[in-house]
Each structure stands twice: as C-alpha cells, then as structure tokens.
C-alpha cells in the first residue's frame, strides 16, 4: 500500500517550480483569457472574469499541487482556500487593469484588451507564484500541518520546566 511518504516526491527547485508553474498557470490563463473573451459576449465581462477564474483555480491548484511544487498528490481543502486567496487578489488585479484600459481608451479593441489583461496576468501571476511557493505548497508547513495531532511522549524534564514555579505564576522572569 502506498502512504503519503512514499509517494511524496522531491522538492523542485525554484527555478525548475517557475517553470512548471509558467507551464501549467501560464496554459490555464491563456485558455481562461480566450473563455473569458467568448463569456463576455454573453454576460458582464466582470461576471465573465469571475466564473472563468474560479474554475481556472480550481484546475490550476490541482496542476499545481501534482506537477509544480511536487507535492505528491491532490491539493487539500486548505491548499484550495488558500490558492484562491491569491487568486481572488489576480482577479482583483485583472478588474483594475481592465477597468483603467476602459477609462482610458473609449473603445479598446480584442487585440489590445488582450494585451492588457495578460499583462496584468502575468503580474498577478508571479505574485501568485511566491504566494503558493512560499505559503501554499510549501514543504515545512505542509509536514507540520501532517503531524497535528500525533501524540509524543514528553520528557520527565522537560514536563518539569515547562511547569509553573507557583500556582497562579503566569510568567517567570529568565
């Protein structure tokens, strides 16, 4: 039977992560750039934006989760939450961008609403990037989160210090 330990896989390194993380983030947001487009003939274009990036979250943290930060299987509930956290900020990033291009130019055509809403994109995305490397996916949390729970024996010693001095002595000077 295959635990969790064996079927985590190694760590890549930042750079080979970036990579992975342009691959697959990077695939996802050029597919919900074109969806967001044909959406927005039907609905708001802020609705748009908000039902393709929800769906695109959920697609990419699982990439994410399985391919770029090598964290051996299916994002957790948590990974998602947080994944969306960051993702929400994106969307926030997108809105901004798009509204400016809209106070700006009277009429933008697709080409240049392209433009601007993959760069903006692109800097929400490798904001993202630090976010889910460093918080999300992140190798230490994700082992300290594992072992919650696990009983250790503790030591005569230690139990001993970590005891008051006094009953109702809250802090002890050092």
Do not use: I, K
Not at 31 to 42: G, I
Request: proline share 3%; aromatic share 8%.
């Amino acid at each position: 039977m295959e635990t969790a330990q064996s079927r985590q896989q190694a760590a890549p390194g930042a750079f080979t992560a970036f990579a992975r993380f342009v691959f697959c983030g990077g695939g996802v947001g050029l597919a919900s750039s074109f969806a967001v487009a044909a959406l927005a003939s039907w609905v708001p274009w802020a609705l748009a934006n908000a039902l393709v990036t929800a769906v695109s979250t959920l697609l990419a943290t699982e990439l994410h989760a399985r391919f770029t930060f090598g964290a051996g299987g299916r994002a957790t509930w948590r990974q998602h939450a947080q994944s969306a956290g960051s993702a929400a900020a994106a969307y926030a990033v997108t809105c901004v961008a798009m509204l400016v291009l809209h106070q700006l130019v009277a009429a933008p055509g697709a080409v240049l609403e392209q433009v601007v809403y993959l760069s903006a994109s692109a800097l929400a995305g490798v904001a993202r990037f630090a976010v889910l490397r460093l918080v999300v996916f992140a190798r230490n949390r994700s082992q300290a989160a594992a072992t919650v729970g696990v009983a250790r024996p503790v030591d005569a010693t230690v139990a001993r210090a970590a005891t008051p001095a006094a009953p109702g002595v809250l802090c002890r000077a050092a």
